[in-house]
Every structure is written in structure tokens, then in C-alpha cells.
């Protein structure tokens, strides 16, 4: 039987504001105080979920305890471990990295899966970002020519990381290992590690993002997909940017839409989730377009070597960067050209996505970007990994038997998954790549249109709205 769907609670510091605010009381924003209804926000957003939440069990006393190990210590496996263990079973997050996972300051927006994620992981929302009051678009003298009310919380993966991070006992999560191979037999399954260290669990969660080691084993066929394009990134600190740039986009979701490349921009925390003002950094992204080959000349690095994906930051050519500037001088207005001016090193990530055709491979579940993974014009990712975590504990907790919960995580989540996917190049229309159907095209004609683009990038209850 369905169950009616759950509001959560929303925490009292979910701003950082600084200091407790009531419901209804006045929070930070990132323009000023001003009264902001947390609860009410949360609640409604919440409640526009599609999908019913199933209970957590109460007593697990007449099972055997169940293992499981997860690889991956990122969000995706943070998630698994905290809702596997709700439910009574012992996991253990095994991370490649021999050092923590922090300061890579991505910037995140919030959806009410995502919220909801947190909050039942046990992770809450203290301080969890910057909300803006709406969104506007610039033309090419920074001129703002539209906006669109519409409030919003904005994080970064710094944040997120270290709130799951804090949910996890540290004797549970395991830096320096790097997965190599799993074997399984029906009722278990045995993960090996370089270096010669073997586990043995009832189930190996693989949440280790898009180039899932996990995933190159159960599902070799599956790759990632090229988009077609690539984005410039970097977060200037708020203190180094011109006054006009701080008051006129500063406080906002932003954009800037010239043919066939989009430019975003929206504020973060600062280093260590420093909410001040001051003392935050303004996101920056810019799309353009880009072939294979294109992209096989950028990755080649600063001493000549040749990268398969992606370029490390410190390694990116110099006259690379030097042709980005020169390029953003041609067409950027002044206040994104100050945020790039800003930046000592921009860095850029090429756009990838897929979809695995299933999520479970008998002993082996796929959560997170190792499952399927989005382009990100909605800013999904992070949501849908705690939906993916959320959901394999839900079907495990209800079955008795692994191998029925698996199959029922299955049914539930890839086609969401999927639908995803499938929106986030819909999306990706905008840039005119690979337009082959007479719906791409039509989708491309509508967000030429820069209202139609604050309309449908990163907003909340996309799923919903779809159906």
C-alpha cells in the first residue's frame, strides 16, 4: 500500500544567517534581511514530490545483521551508508582518495528531493546556503533585460560533503582504497582492493560517479557520452569583485545568453562555509560548444601529455586560458567579465551523460552518477543521489529477502533515472548540438527565448511539472 507523502521539518539554521530564526521570522538572504517564510517554503515544495515515501522498518532483532560495503566516499556513498544503516545494516564507505574529499566549491542548487534527502539521512540543513529572492538576464551591456521571482537555496559540494560527512562514524569510512575487482556467489559478494585487502558483504554499492570503477566491471558497456559541449568554471571571492558587479548580480541568479553558449552565475559559500558578507564567492559557468576533436586538443596538458576526460586545474594550457579571456572580451558584459577577470584559475569540465539499462547486477546495486548520470542544467545531481540512497535502503527495509529488495530498488529508480537523463539533454537543446528530431528542434526554438531559459534551467519539481 502507498503511503501518503511526508513533509519533513526544515532545520532553523538552514541560511546561515548567523544566528536562530523562527519560522517566519527574518534570515539572511543574499541580498539582505528580509522576512522568509523557512517552513512554509519547505513544506510546499516538499509536497509537490511525485513519489510516496515508504517507512523505514522498526525492528530488524529476528534478521541476521546484513553488510554492506560501499565504494565511493563521495555524496552518493555518504547517502548509501547513512540510509543503510537506519534500516540495521552495517556499512562501510571505502574512498580512493588518501585524504579527505574538501575544497573543490562547486556550486549547488537545492531541490525539495534533496532537502528531504538531508534531512532523513540525519545530516539536516544547518546553514545550509544562500537563498535568492529571483533570477534575471542581462544583455550585452550588463543591462537587465527580464527576471523571474523565483527563491531559491544555493550550496556548494563543500557544504554537502562535510554534513554527510559528520553523519558517518570515522571508524566506517575508509581513505586509500582503491577498488580493483568483486567476485560474488549468489549470497555475498567478496571486494577486493589494490593492495591486497578482501571484504566480504551481502551487497557492494557502487557510488563511485561517472567513471565508476564498480560499474567498468558489472557493465563494461556502459560509457559516458560526449555532449557536444564544455563549460568554463571558477568562483571568484566576493571581496575581489567591482562594486557594480556586486550589487547588480551578486544578489541573484544570472544569466547571459549569447548564440549557442550560456552564461550562469549565482553565489556560494566562501572556503569553509563562510556565509559573511564579504567573505562568499559568486559561481561561474559558461557553456560552449565544442566537438570530439576539440575537446581531444584541450585535453592535451601544459607538458604535452594527452588526458583521456578531463584536464587537472593546475595542468590546463596557459594559451588556452589566454584564448578564453581574449574570447569573453569579445562578448561578455562587464559584470561576468569581471567575475572571470577575477578568477586565477578557471578551469573547464566536459558534459557528459548516460544511462545504465539496469541499476542492479545481482549482488551489486549502482547509486548516484555511477547509475545514471545528467547533464547539469538542472543542478540534479547531488538530489539524485539521495533519492538513488533513499530508495535502495526503502526496498531493502521492506523485503525480507536482499535479492527481492534489490530487484524493487530496480523497478523504482531507473526509470527515474532515465527521465532524468533524457530532460537534462532536452535542456541541452538550447546550445544547438545534435538536434535530430523535429522535437529537438522545436525545444531549441523555444529557449532561444532568454524567458523560457529562467523558466526551465535548475528549477524545483521538474519530474512533476513533466508528467
Known amino acids: 500500500m502507498r503511503t501518503p507523502i511526508l513533509t519533513a521539518r526544515p532545520s532553523r539554521r538552514l541560511l546561515g544567517s ?38 523505514m522498518p522498526g525492528s530488524l532483532s529476528s534478521r541476521r545483521k546484513r553488510r ?30 588518501t585524504v579527505e574529499l574538501v575544497g573543490r566549491g562547486a556550486g549547488i542548487t537545492t531541490h525539495p528531493e534533496l532537502m528531504e534527502a538531508l534531512e532523513k539521512s540525519g545530516a539536516g540543513l544547518s546553514d545550509l546556503g544562500i537563498e535568492v529572492e529571483k533570477r534575471i538576464t542581462l544583455d550585452r551591456a550588463g543591462r537587465v533585460i527580464a527576471e523571474k521571482v523565483l527563491p531559491q537555496i544555493l550550496t556548494s559540494w563543500d557544504r554537502l560533503q562535510r554534513l554527510l560527512r559528520g553523519i558517518i562514524d570515522p571508524a566506517h569510512y575508509h581513505l586509500g582504497h582503491m577498488f580493483e575487482r568483486m567476485e560474488q556467489d ?21 557510488g563511485d560517479g561517472i567513471r565508476s570503477s564498480v560499474r567498468s566491471q558489472v557493465a563494461p558497456a556502459v560509457q559516458p557520452i560526449y ?39 549565482y553565489p556560494i559559500a566562501g572556503l569553509d562555509n563562510d556565509l559573511r558578507y564579504g567573505h562568499r564567492r559568486y559561481n561561474f559557468i559558461w557553456y560552449r560548444v565544442g566537438d570530439s576533436q576539440a575537446l581531444r586538443d584541450m585535453c592535451v596538458d601544459e607538458n604535452g601529455h594527452q588526458h583521456e576526460y578531463s584536464v587537472p586545474p593546475p595542468l590546463i594550457r596557459k594559451d588556452l586560458i589566454a584564448q578564453m579571456r581574449a574570447d569573453a572580451q569579445e562578448i561578455m558584459p562587464p559584470q561576468f567579465l569581471d567575475c572571470l577577470n577575477k578568477l586565477q584559475r578557471p578551469f573547464f569540465t566536459p558534459i557528459y551523460d548516460f544511462s ?36 535502495l535502503a ?74
Not at 45 to 50: D, F, T, Y
Not at 80 to 97: C, N, T
Not at 230 to 255: C, H, K, M, V
Not at 394 to 414: E, K, P, T
Request: hydrophobic share 45%; glycine share 12%.
Open 186 to 206: 549468489g549470497s555475498g559478494v567478496v571486494v577486493h582492493f589494490a593492495g591486497g585487502r578482501a571484504e566480504r558483504a551481502d551487497l557492494l554499492v557502487g
Open 356 to 391: 545504465t539499462p539496469q541499476l542492479v547486477f545481482g549482488r551489486v546495486a549502482l547509486v548516484g552518477d555511477a547509475a545514471s548520470s545528467a547533464r547539469p542544467h538542472m543542478g540534479f545531481g547531488m538530489a539524485k543521489a539521495g533519492g538513488d540512497a533513499q530508495a
Open 68 to 97: 554492506a560495503i560501499i565504494v565511493g566516499g563521495s555524496m552518493s556513498g555518504l547517502f548509501a551508508a547513512a540510509f543503510l544503516r537506519q534500516i540495521g545494516w552495517d556499512a562501510d564507505v571505502y574512498e580512493r582518495s
Open 18 to 55: 548567523g544566528r536562530t530564526a523562527e519560522p517566519g521570522g527574518t534570515l539572511c538572504s543574499a541580498r539582505g534581511a528580509r522576512p522568509f517564510r523557512l517552513r512554509e517554503w519547505a513544506v510546499y515544495h516538499l509536497r509537490q514530490l511525485s513519489r510516496a515515501i515508504q517507512p
Open 227 to 265: 555532449s557536444g559541449y564544455y563549460i568554463w568554471r571558477g568562483a571568484p571571492n566576493e571581496a575581489d569583485l567591482a562594486p557594480q558587479t556586486r550589487s547588480s548580480i551578486f544578489p541573484y541568479f544570472a544569466f547571459f545568453l549569447p548564440p549557442r553558449q550560456q552564461i550562469i552565475g
Open 394 to 467: 526503502a526496498a531493502l527495509g521492506s523485503h525480507d529477502d536482499v535479492d527481492d529488495g534489490l530487484a524493487a530498488y530496480n523497478r523504482s529508480r531507473q526509470p527515474i533515472g532515465e527521465r532524468v537523463m533524457l530532460h537534462g539533454r532536452k535542456l541541452g537543446t538550447h546550445l544547438g548540438v545534435n538536434l535530430r528530431t523535429d522535437e529537438d528542434r522545436a525545444m531549441w526554438k523555444l529557449l532561444q527565448d532568454h524567458r523560457a531559459m529562467m523558466d526551465w534551467i535548475a528549477v524545483p519539481n521538474f519530474l512533476v511539472a513533466e508528467r
